[in-house]
């Protein structure tokens, strides 16, 4: 039996560096409010004198914190139904969630949940346990690699995108990208990320490489959306990797 909390939590989303309304980076606390179900904490620039909550623009005042939300998607996304997917949000979080909420929240973010259209035909192949396949990697500290094998299923065979034909020649090319996903676990070359001085890449010199010859080029697509929901949204650089 599902009892809702009485005290709300403290909203993990992480500080951010700077004001979303004029870019400034003067930020004080300014106190926190007590939403529904968490404590969000509350700043205030100094420079154009706005008050506002952290995290993803698109997640804002929502009745259920941000975590629950992705956590959601990703479950619905892993081969979970809608029902299967709320009862498991509502038994780990102590308030219920209804599938109905959880549509809409995949509704409501249409660019991050694409996956929907060919979500079945990934059931059909794997089963929720069974769709990530996760491995560990041991270089100065540990990484877990993890890829969704349907999708790289529909890599293979050219479907991913259902609007091109099989014999597409760019399926050659993602089938190579499949090939290469599944044989990290096995082929990975380590060495790359263990220097003999044990220097991580963002500890090296700055004469390691050379700023005025990098060409930055920057897209809008969906995976960086993805990342601009989400990392916000964690209390912590460390929490962003899994």
Not at 3 to 9: E, L, N, P
């Amino acid at each position: 039996m599902l009892s809702r909390s009485a005290t709300t939590t403290s909203s993990p989303i992480k500080r951010p560096d700077r004001c979303p309304h004029c870019n400034s980076s003067r930020l004080i606390k300014k106190g926190t409010r007590n939403k529904k179900l968490e404590s969000v904490h509350l700043l205030r620039c100094r420079s154009c004198g706005r008050t506002f909550s952290p995290g993803p623009r698109a997640v804002r005042n929502k009745t259920y914190p941000v975590n629950e939300i992705l956590e959601a998607l990703t479950t619905y996304h892993r081969g979970a139904t809608l029902e299967e997917t709320a009862a498991r949000i509502s038994s780990r979080h102590g308030h219920r969630v209804a599938p109905s909420t959880i549509s809409r929240w995949l509704s409501e973010h249409p660019r991050l949940t694409t996956y929907r259209r060919l979500r079945e035909r990934g059931r059909r192949l794997f089963t929720p346990p069974q769709v990530i396949r996760a491995h560990k990697l041991y270089h100065r500290q540990v990484y877990e690699f993890a890829y969704h094998r349907a999708k790289v299923a529909f890599l293979r065979d050219g479907t991913l995108d259902e609007r091109r034909a099989a014999t597409d020649a760019s399926s050659a090319r993602f089938a190579a990208v499949a090939d290469f996903l599944e044989s990290i676990p096995t082929t990975c070359p380590h060495d790359l990320f263990r220097r003999e001085d044990g220097a991580r890449g963002s500890q090296l010199d700055s004469a390691f490489i050379d700023p005025s010859r990098l060409i930055v080029v920057e897209k809008q697509n969906a995976a960086t959306d993805t990342a601009a929901l989400i990392l916000p949204a964690v209390g912590s650089n460390y929490e962003r990797h899994p």
